[in-house]
Nanobody, 115 residues
Framework: QVQLVESGGGLVQPGGSLRLSCAAS????????MGWYRQAPGKERELVAR???????NYAYSVKGRFTISRDNARNTVYLQMNSLKPEDTAVYYC?????????WGQGTQVTVSS
């Protein structure tokens, strides 16, 4: 079992920055990939960024060049640095981890980009 706890969401003006954190606990040794997904009202959940055990990364096209995913292995924590935020980035952001064949989700954190 893996538990995920997110933090760092909030309200920010367009062009601003936020950093999300996701702390993993439990069977963290079995995690092969961690990432961030988001879901805006009336839309499906979509991948934002993910980082693999070997440090490879994937990004959604819409966030490339603006968002950066990273991790601190000592703290079992993954970060999402979000710069140049746009109103269309407004969503609930969920941390995700895959361990063996199981998928785990955090509770979600709201990010609102508005003036």
């Amino acid at each position: 079992q893996v538990q995920l706890v997110e933090s760092g969401g909030g309200l920010v003006q367009p062009g601003g920055s936020l950093r999300l954190s996701c702390a993993a606990s439990g069977s963290t040794f079995s995690i092969s990939v961690m990432g961030w997904y988001r879901q805006a009202p009336g839309k499906e959940r979509e991948l934002v960024a993910r980082i693999f055990r070997g440090d490879g990364t994937n990004y959604a096209y819409s966030v490339k060049g603006r968002f950066t995913i990273s991790r601190d292995n000592a703290r079992n924590t993954v970060y999402l640095q979000m710069n140049s935020l746009k109103p269309e980035d407004t969503a609930v952001y969920y941390c995700h981890a895959q361990a063996d064949l199981s998928h785990y989700w955090g509770q979600g954190t709201q990010v609102t980009v508005s003036s």
